[in-house]
């Protein structure tokens, strides 16, 4: 199947600090999605993508397509202590089904 | 309104025993989902349902798993027997419709431990 590939894969920074994830594909996808999940809860949609090259805000992150349709990129910035968690890139594979990443782990310290 | 419901939100169980989780999506969602999440993985579709037909359930073992969405509303996924190895986090997602837009909306999961 499709495999999604994000870098880094765990991150240890600063409150306060940005932060940059991507997710990269040798395929060529439709659609980016970017999820977040707390401990002991599902994934909540963040931002989703339909264009290549759209760039998409909400609040402190920003998401964009990539031109080539084979990567997405995440940033929050001005961390803060809630942004714990950890961030998965997704994609849709035919009618519905979501394809994850393995996720981007991030730690903050205080 | 009330989201996606989970229950049992945890399980501990020995190996060879079956086991069973159960799904309430949010009221007027048509498709449900089953997904599995190893440790450090992002999930992995089960079975995907349209109202009551499951439409697609090709990575769902057979051997061992089942799934039910009677009346098209809540469902219940089934492993009998379990093995060690299907110590996972199973979540439940729901959507309004099927089309690539249409946002899943998960639940809490079930975190199962086999012992």
């Known amino acids: 199947g499709q495999q999604l590939n994000q870098s880094p894969q765990s991150m240890f920074i600063q409150e306060g600090e940005d932060v940059s994830m991507n997710c990269t594909s040798s395929s060529i996808f439709n659609t980016w999605l970017w999820y977040k999940q707390d401990p002991g809860e599902g994934p909540v949609l963040l931002i989703a993508l339909y264009k290549a090259g759209e760039l998409t805000s909400n609040g402190r992150l920003t998401a964009q397509f990539g031109i080539t349709r084979k990567d997405s990129f995440l940033n929050i910035s001005a961390s803060i202590p809630s942004d714990v968690g950890i961030y998965f890139c ?5 009618a519905q089904k979501l394809v994850f990443g393995q996720g981007t782990r991030l730690t903050i310290n205080p | 309104e009330a989201g996606v419901v989970q229950s049992p939100r945890y399980k501990i169980i020995e190996k060879k025993q079956p086991v069973a989780f159960w799904c309430n999506p949010i009221s ?3 498709t449900l989902y089953w997904y599995l999440q190893n440790l450090g993985q992002g999930p992995e579709l089960l ?10 359930d090709s990575q769902l073992p057979k051997d061992r798993f089942s799934a039910e969405r009677l009346k098209g509303v809540d469902s219940t996924l089934k492993i009998q027997p379990a093995e ?3 110590s ?4 439940c997602a729901s959507s309004m ?3 690539p837009w249409e946002t899943q909306y998960f639940g809490p999961g079930t975190r199962l431990l086999v012992l």
Request: charged fraction near 20%.
């Open chain 1, 90 to 94: 997704a994609t849709t594979q035919g």
């Open chain 2, 28 to 30: 007027g969602h048509n």
């Open chain 2, 47 to 56: 079975i995907r349902y349209e109202n009551e037909e499951a439409v697609d």
């Open chain 2, 84 to 86: 060690l190895g299907d």
């Open chain 2, 88 to 91: 996972a986090v199973y979540l």
């Open chain 2, 97 to 99: 419709g099927q089309g």
